[in-house]
């Protein structure tokens, strides 16, 4: 028997190759767009209305600088694990193991956020008709659907996120239709509502490290890059193509609420769901009932496409022994990482069902912004070590240095600004990755085979 | 009514988490571990196999 089943067993299992440039797009938007529907709102209560929109333009200025450098990098560097694999390619092991945390516990984080908002609009929704049911059951139904679509195969994963994801971006043009911005005055009220900064300029800066929302999770399209058809086409089309999407969505987002609801209102709601607020104030049940669906997708849409990045990141640390290797396997049959699918869902559970969402999100974003304040370092080694002509790339970005150095600066910034609002789980954080850090470098730093890291078949860099 | 709404979504989130269960162990029993782990970094379309491109 054992001898039957050694001679159907395939000597290699690879990650399969079929996604392509919509995929990627709905890998990237469908995490974010959940930000439009929820928590960019908090910028209006730091800075008041116009200080979001200062924040949505600056934060997004910030994103363009990440998604133009993961473009360039990502298609040269096509696997799996994204800015983990970049780092290890680049700068050495240490960084790589902080990255890759850094992008495990942003995307935990934000599928424990994601699912739970998913069952407590439910709870919303049925409450709207005079029900009161527990939210807990949705959030572990989302958790458990999502996990087995993820199970079950990377193409019907993002499949389902690319029909969730568009779904949500149609229910946001349909209320920008719906409000009539082309007659001032008969739902939108700008002139009116739209005031002075309440809080000076220090408002505006606070604003920053909620105006990130609208943008959290584009970098997330780098982890697919090993489950892609053609890495050197979609990875870009599909990464610039989906901040073009968030640029115009997050714009009509802020356009739509702060010309209907007054930032005192805005600022401090407390039900979470600005867009689908705004369809209440239009009066419109139709729009009341298709912002409620884009909502509700949206968060389905994101904690699908983080499922699917944590995997993957935990994943390629765990083939390069980074952790146990036995996190490092593939399903023979789904050919998905199915080990590190299941291990992480526990995690996103407990924290979905007792963490509250504020805590919850703050980990993710400051894990994401530790990560975007390594992509500039990250670009430029790589031109310095292998300036444009010297290997095959998928894309290369205009302007370099120019973009690695706004988006230094802006992180340096946001920093300062999330500093503001919470220090405490700022020094947390980065008290618990240099734990972290001590474990990697003392303790599993020897099962690492230092020859294996170097895994891309380019030239001797310049300068070694 | 909402209550057996309720009951089904522990129902169906149980019957999901027990088939993955389920099939993560047969596959661990069926398949060697040397298999499972055998996944390679560095593979893709843009470069074909590593060795393919000139090296210096």
């Known amino acids: ?464 | 009514m909402l209550e057996v709404v309720t009951w089904a979504a522990w129902a169906v989130s149980a019957a999901l988490l027990l088939w993955m269960f389920w099939d993560f162990m047969s596959i661990n029993k069926n398949f060697s571990d040397d298999v499972l782990v055998s996944s390679r970094e560095g593979v893709d379309d843009l470069f074909g196999e590593p060795g393919d491109a000139k090296r210096d």
């Open chain 1, 1 to 464: 028997m054992s001898l039957e089943i050694a001679q159907a067993q395939p000597k290699q299992i690879q990650l399969l190759k079929v996604l392509g440039p919509a995929h990627i797009w709905a890998l990237g938007v469908g995490i974010v767009l959940v930000g439009e529907f929820m928590g960019w709102n908090y910028a209006v209560g730091k800075g008041g209305a116009l200080g979001a929109l200062i924040a949505c333009w600056v934060i997004g200025l910030l994103y363009t600088c990440v998604a133009m450098i993961d473009s360039e990098i990502t298609s040269t560097v096509a696997a799996a694990g994204g800015q983990y694999t970049q780092a290890k390619h680049m700068i050495g092991p240490l960084m790589a193991f902080n990255v890759g945390l850094y992008l495990v516990l942003a995307y935990t984080m934000l599928e424990a956020g994601d699912v739970q908002v998913a069952g407590q609009l439910l709870q919303i929704g049925a409450a709207n008709f005079g029900y009161t049911i527990p939210w807990q059951p949705f959030t572990v139904l989302a958790l458990a659907l999502l996990a087995f679509i993820n199970y079950r195969g990377v193409f019907m994963t993002l499949t389902v996120n690319f029909v969730l994801t568009a779904a949500a971006f149609a229910s946001i043009m349909a209320l920008v239709i719906g409000t009539q911005p082309w007659n001032p005055g008969a739902m939108l009220y700008h002139k009116e509502l739209l005031t002075a900064l309440p809080y000076g300029w220090i408002g505006v800066l606070a604003s920053l490290h909620f105006g990130i929302w609208f943008y959290l999770g584009i970098e997330g399209t780098c982890q697919a890059a090993e489950e892609v058809r053609s890495p050197g086409r979609a990875l870009p089309m599909g990464t610039m193509l989906g901040i073009i999407t968030l640029l115009i969505a997050a714009a009509l987002t802020w356009y739509v609420c702060c010309g209907l609801l007054p930032w005192e209102y805005l600022g401090w709601d407390n039900t979470l769901v600005p867009l689908y607020d705004s369809a209440h104030v239009t009066g419109v049940p139709a729009l009341i009932v298709i912002l409620f669906v884009g909502t509700l997708f949206s968060a389905i849409a994101s904690a699908n496409g983080c499922i699917n990045d944590a995997s993957r990141a935990w994943f390629s640390m765990a083939r390069d022994l980074y952790l146990p290797i036995w996190f490092g396997a593939v399903h023979p049959r789904y050919r998905t990482p199915f080990r590190s699918i299941l291990f992480l869902i526990p995690i996103a559970a407990i924290f979905a069902l007792y963490i509250p969402l504020a805590q919850v999100i703050t980990f993710s974003i400051l894990s994401g912004l530790l990560n975007y304040t390594f992509m500039p370092i990250n670009m430029w080694r790589f031109r310095r070590m292998w300036p444009l002509g010297s290997i095959k790339r998928g894309f290369e970005h205009p302007f370099h240095p120019l973009p690695a150095i706004v988006l230094f600066v802006l992180c340096t910034v946001t920093f300062f600004a999330v500093y503001l609002g919470y220090g405490r789980q700022l020094l947390a954080m980065m008290g618990f990755y240099i734990v972290a850090s001590c474990w990697f470098a003392f303790h599993r730093y020897r099962y690492v085979k230092r020859g294996d890291q170097f895994t891309m078949p380019w030239p001797r860099p310049v300068g070694y």
